[in-house]
């Protein structure tokens, strides 16, 4: 569930993605996301810039978690995603920001996938629950 980066795809404001990466990581801890990862992956992969990966206890937090993070980057940057993969289930779900892929997953799907292992050269930092975005040195 990695959308690979075509010339088509283009962002819709010119909100840095930092920007949109700091807005992601507050609407995931407004819902209480947990295990909240941020990899800089742009030296690694030309997927994307930053991968931002979170866990919910349930679907139904899932949902509200993905819910949150596209009404927060709509509402404060005018930003929609790109495209949108898993919200049949909610089990994984991705939003692509283009130059900024959000994963919002159970505990077993992200266990199971362990994209931390396949971005391991990744530069990154877990956000944890007392922190907000603006704590996220990467983010700067």
């Not at 349930?58 to 949150?68: G, Y």
């Not at 939003?95 to 892929?101: E, F, P, S």
């Not at 971005?119 to 040195?137: C, I, L, M, N």
């Amino acid at each position: 569930m990695v959308p690979a980066r075509t010339e088509d795809k283009k962002r819709q404001t010119a909100a840095s993605t930092r920007e949109i990466s700091r807005l992601a990581v507050d609407a995931i801890l407004e819902k209480k996301g947990k295990n909240i990862l941020v990899l800089d992956i742009h030296e690694v992969n030309g997927v994307a810039d930053i991968f931002i990966l979170a866990t919910g206890d349930s679907d139904l937090q899932n949902r509200a978690i993905v819910e949150s993070v596209r009404a927060k980057l709509k509402e404060e940057a005018g930003e929609r995603p790109w495209h949108v993969e898993g919200n049949d289930h909610y089990n994984w779900v991705l939003l692509d920001y283009v130059d900024l892929v959000v994963h919002v997953f159970l505990p077993e799907q992200r266990e199971y996938y362990s994209l931390e292992r396949l971005w391991g050269d990744a530069p990154r930092e877990e956000v944890t629950e007392s922190q907000s975005a603006s704590d996220v040195k990467l983010l700067a």
